[in-house]
């Protein structure tokens, strides 16, 4: 996967782009979320707490 990432499969325009994250105790969460690059699809999918979870809403974060 080196220099590629996977075609998004809900819009085929865009790509997943990976996300990562912090964990309570400062522990890197590498590749907690994964979202599309197209904005106008807006596909991601993301892991809280061991729950995968697609769809979600996107918005920032006021932390």
Same mark, same amino acid.
């Given at each position: 996967?080196?220099? %590629? *990432? ?13 996300? %990562?994250? $912090?964990? =309570? ?5 590498? $590749? ?10 807006? *596909?991601?999918? =993301? ?13 920032? %974060?006021?932390?």
């Amino acid at each position: 996967m080196e220099g %590629s *990432f996977p075609k998004c499969r809900k819009c085929h325009d865009g790509v997943l782009i990976p996300l %990562s994250d $912090y964990g =309570r105790e400062g522990a890197p969460i590498t $590749y907690k979320a994964w979202v599309c690059s197209n904005p106008e699809c807006g *596909f991601n999918l =993301r892991i809280d707490n061991g729950e995968i979870s697609v769809g979600r809403t996107i918005g920032q %974060s006021m932390k």
